[in-house]
Each structure stands twice: as structure tokens, then as C-alpha cells.
């Protein structure tokens, strides 16, 4: 039998940010399979345009709930790099420690709070308290280590 098909799965849950899935099928073969990111304009560049440098890390932190201090410390490297200040191997290093820790909620995130549940068949991560108790605690406990880092590397933990 033949089968033709088109599938188009809009708002896939459970990401950071948005996701679509758009799939295609014709005499029974896969022809297309497409995992789009769909962001829409928040104008940004636009905001900063005109503004006193000295706020562009502020504004830049509010670009992602996720990843504030990633985006403070592009723009930090920006203004940086613009008026030619060297930063000592101390800031620096800090710098890459709040970094890191960032990148670890953002993985404790995914893994206990976005990809946990389907492994362990729950629709969401609050039955997960419930039905997984050392889970949910372990992602407690990880999160708010990283927490931690990031306050007192970088003064607060997100914004």
C-alpha cells in the first residue's frame, strides 16, 4: 500500500523555546523530515541601538530566561572589544566559572524537567514529585547547587 502524507506538528512541548516538526511522506517514503526553531522577532539590536554602552550587558541579560549570563558576557566582550580593554586572567576565569555553571542548569533543566518526564511516564514534572520522589529531589538539589554557583560567581542567578 502506498501511503502519502503530510504531518505537521506546531508548538512541540518540552524544548527550550519552540519547535516545530514538519514531515513528508509520498508512496510510502520518507521525502522530508524538518525540525524548525521558531522565534519570533523580539528586537533586540534594536533596543540596544542608542543606548549609553554601559547598559548593553543589562538589556542583553533579559534576551533568555535560560542563558542571561551568556548573553551578558557576549555583550560585556562586546563593548570590550570595542574600546580595547583587557580583561585580567582572574576575570576571565570567572567569567568561564559562571559560564559553566550556567550551562549546567540549563542541562539539569532539560534532562529533570523537560526530558524526565517522558522517560518516566509522567506528563509533566510536578507527578513526577510523586510518582519519583529521589528523582525530583536529586533535580532539586543539582539545580539549586548551580544556583548557588551562579549567584555568587555572578550576583544573581537568572536576570
Known amino acids: 500500500m502506498k501511503v502519502n502524507m503530510k504531518i505537521d506538528v506546531h508548538h512541540v512541548c518540552r524544548v527550550e523555546g519552540h519547535g516545530d516538526i514538519h514531515i513528508k511522506v509520498k508512496d510510502g517514503k520518507l521525502l522530508e523530515a524538518q525540525w524548525a ?3 519570533t522577532p523580539r528586537f533586540f ?7 549609553p554602552y554601559d547598559l548593553a550587558p543589562t538589556l542583553s541579560s533579559r534576551i533568555c530566561g535560560i542563558c542571561s549570563i551568556t548573553h551578558t558576557l557576549a555583550s560585556l566582550r562586546a563593548v570590550e572589544r570595542a574600546m580595547d580593554v583587557k580583561i585580567p586572567p582572574a576575570a ?3 567569567r568561564l566559572l559562571a559560564k559553566h555553571a550556567e550551562t549546567l542548569q540549563s542541562h539539569i533543566l ?5 526530558a524526565a518526564p517522558d522517560f518516566l511516564g509522567v506528563p509533566s514534572v510536578i507527578p513526577l514529585i510523586k ?3 529521589e528523582v525530583a529531589g536529586l533535580a532539586a538539589r543539582l539545580k539549586g547547587l548551580a544556583n548557588d554557583i551562579c549567584d555568587l560567581v555572578a550576583g544573581r542567578t537568572i536576570h
Open 110 to 114: 532539560h534532562v529533570f524537567f523537560l
Open 45 to 51: 539590536e534594536a533596543m540596544l541601538r542608542g543606548q
Open 131 to 133: 510518582t519519583n520522589p
Open 37 to 39: 526553531v521558531v522565534e
Open 92 to 94: 576571565r576565569m570567572l
